[in-house]
């Protein structure tokens, strides 16, 4: 069994940065499928930052050219570099894994197929005032 826990969300303002932090502990031994996935009172959990295990990556349209997911595999931590935020960047982000990759980040994306990411962290807060 795998935990996700998520750090560095805050407050910032409008063009600000935050980088976020997803350390991985437990059953640590595989190249998971994980990402980034945010979600706002009242919408869908969405996709912003997704990773399949060949390190290919996929990126929401609202943040293409503003946020970088990134992992270091050999500590089991993934990154969410934020630039440029925006108010409607403001979400509770969560990391979170396939234990079995099924679904292809693209897809996670696109379309929130979301249902083969069964391993969540807990959240961490962003908020970005105008």
């Known amino acids: 069994q795998v935990q996700l826990v998520e750090s560095g969300g805050g407050s910032v303002e409008t063009g600000g940065s935050l980088n976020l932090s997803c350390v991985a502990s437990?059953?640590?031994?595989?190249?998971?499928?994980w990402g980034w996935f945010r979600q706002v009172p009242g919408k869908e959990r969405e996709g912003v930052a997704v990773i399949d295990s060949d390190g290919s990556q996929s990126y929401a349209d609202s943040v293409k050219g503003r946020f970088t997911v990134s992992e270091d595999y050999t500590k089991y931590i993934l990154f969410l570099q934020m630039n440029n935020l925006k108010p409607d960047d403001a979400a509770m982000y969560y990391c979170?894994?396939?234990?079995?990759?099924?679904?292809?980040?693209?897809?996670?994306?696109?379309?929130?197929?979301?249902?083969?990411?069964?391993?969540w962290g807990q959240g961490t807060q962003v908020t970005v005032s105008s």
């Open positions: 979170a894994l396939q234990p079995v990759c099924l679904t292809p980040a693209r897809e996670a994306v696109a379309s929130g197929a979301l249902t083969d990411y069964t391993v």
């Open positions: 437990g059953d640590t031994h595989r190249t998971y499928c």
